[in-house]
């Protein structure tokens, strides 16, 4: 037997396959909603509400305190644009510093988890074997060749007039 204080109890009816189900609704509401909808249907608006909500993938969030409603698309574009911004800055602050990719993969690494993201403990970060590293250090480059004299440079034509 269903507790009478619940706002929605139910009973099975047997002969037609279905649920009976009585709601609480403030007379208020159910007044305003047969104002503006005089063909009202309490049963139909119930049943359409669930199909609804049974039906629905969520793509919409609710605030729980005032009520406002968002798209989680919109709030992941938002979380992804400020990981990005804060990407973009790390990278030129480490470039301007002349920094290793390494360095720079543990840099986004520290980035993500601040993000509290579980892949950034779980993913193990790239890495070179001793090989490797050795084989990809910045060679050197030669030295440059003696400067030519400033005679010989003087008699170089510098525009197609001269030259011709």
Do not use: W
Not at 138 to 145: E, G, L, R
């Amino acid at each position: 037997m269903p507790d009478p204080t619940d706002a929605v109890t139910s009973e099975k009816e047997p002969a037609r396959g279905s649920t009976r189900v009585n709601v609480s609704v403030p007379a208020e509401l159910l007044e305003r909603a047969r104002e503006l909808h005089p063909d009202f249907n309490a049963s139909g608006l119930f049943q359409d509400a669930l199909r609804a909500l049974v039906s629905c993938e969520h793509t919409d969030l609710v605030c729980a305190r005032c009520g406002t409603s968002m798209r989680e698309a919109a709030i992941a574009d938002r979380a992804l644009t400020r990981f990005y911004v804060d990407v973009i800055s790390m990278v030129h602050d480490h470039a301007r510093a002349e920094g290793t990719v390494i360095g720079l993969s543990r840099r986004l690494r520290d980035l993500a988890r601040s993000y509290q993201l579980r892949i950034a403990t779980e993913l193990p970060l790239p890495g070179l074997t001793r090989a490797e590293r050795e084989a990809a250090k910045v060679k050197d480059f030669p030295a440059p060749k003696k400067p030519a004299p400033a005679a010989a440079l003087a008699a170089v034509p510098t525009s197609s007039v001269e030259a011709g």
